[in-house]
């Protein structure tokens, strides 16, 4: 089994470099990475015969070489991305590249190859935008707003058009939890510190519904997806997870009793995100997250303690 990971030393990279490295030997790990935060996240992997690595831009005329070098590649997950609608916003033409080009460069070269490799895309839960009043399925109709959104969409659109037997994308709910390369703006990691270093929260929106799912569940889920050969689109969340803003909060305060809650209207999610997301189809194929959201807080609260305060976030 060989395994090409782009963005292997960010949030979710880390952590699914790491464990399929260290807990599969007879795996190939081939990750991909510029290294753009400056972090040393995936230095721990140097020990391990079973995985490479090459410091390289996906936009860089020569990464799509490296298929050419690394005969016979199973897997491709490409988690090289500009993630989130402002940092796609304040660049969109290396958002375009990144999230959208990059994918079409490797189905590319897959087709003119007669490759058999399959890609595992990370699409978002955040094409849905509005949602409808009932659960959001895969047969939902998609209505992305930010740029960001839109290049996921269009992406994931472009996967089924060209290589549906050979692709398996996954929408993902908001995630949380620790990691080596660790990101503190996502909503429930940023809630969780706001309670643990501030003691208290404004919120916006505080009714907005969203999903949630633990790096850890992520990570499980694309080992699964390759062990039983997985086709086609799945949401991937906590379907005990389903929660508004404010819900969110309150679980949190459960755990941190001095957390302040209060709101007012200051600012506009420029995704619109408010939705509750069906994960019926990824369970009936037999595969259920082992994270719940409570046991995701309690390891932030521990996991803050030991850290100096923002030192990790993408914004």
């Not at 949602?131 to 209505?143: H, I, K, Q």
């Not at 990691?189 to 992520?218: H, Q, S, T």
């Not at 969110?248 to 999610?269: G, N, R, S, Y």
Request: charged share 25%; proline share 4%.
């Amino acid at each position: 089994m060989k395994i090409l990971i782009t963005g292997c030393a960010g949030y979710i990279g880390s952590k699914l470099s790491t464990f399929l490295t260290t807990s599969f030997p007879t795996y190939e790990i081939i990750g991909v990475d510029n290294l753009m935060y400056g972090q040393n996240s995936i230095s721990h992997l140097a020990q391990y015969p079973n995985f490479r690595f090459y410091k390289m831009d996906v936009r860089h005329p020569n990464f799509i070489d490296i298929f050419n070098q690394e005969k016979d590649i199973g897997f491709v997950i490409p988690l090289a991305a500009l993630v989130g609608a402002k940092v796609c916003d304040f660049n969109p033409e290396a958002a375009y590249d990144i999230n959208h080009k990059q994918i079409v460069d490797i189905v590319d070269w897959k087709i003119i190859n007669r490759s058999k490799l399959k890609i595992i895309f990370p699409n978002t839960n955040s094409g849905y935008g509005i949602g409808d009043a009932n659960f959001c399925t895969e047969e939902s109709s998609l209505n992305p707003v930010s740029h960001y959104g839109l290049l996921k969409v269009k992406t994931e659109k472009y996967l089924i058009d060209k290589i549906p037997d050979e692709s398996v994308i996954f929408r993902l709910a908001t995630v949380f939890g620790p990691s080596y390369r660790f990101r503190q703006d996502l909503l429930v990691n940023d809630f969780v510190a706001r309670a643990f270093y501030d003691k208290f929260v404004v919120l916006f929106e505080a009714g907005f519904r969203r999903n949630f799912i633990c790096v850890d569940d992520v990570i499980s889920a694309f080992l699964f997806s390759i062990t039983h050969y997985l086709l086609g689109v799945y949401n991937l969340g906590l379907s005990s997870a389903n929660l508004t803003k404010m819900e969110l909060c309150l679980k949190i305060k459960e755990q941190l009793p001095e957390f302040v809650i209060k709101t007012d209207e200051f600012a506009k999610d420029p995704d619109k995100r408010d939705y509750v997301v069906s994960n019926d189809k990824i369970e009936k194929e037999g595969y259920l997250p082992g994270v719940g959201l409570e046991t995701g807080i309690k390891q932030l609260i521990n996991f803050y303690g030991m850290l100096p305060r923002k030192q990790f976030t993408n914004v």
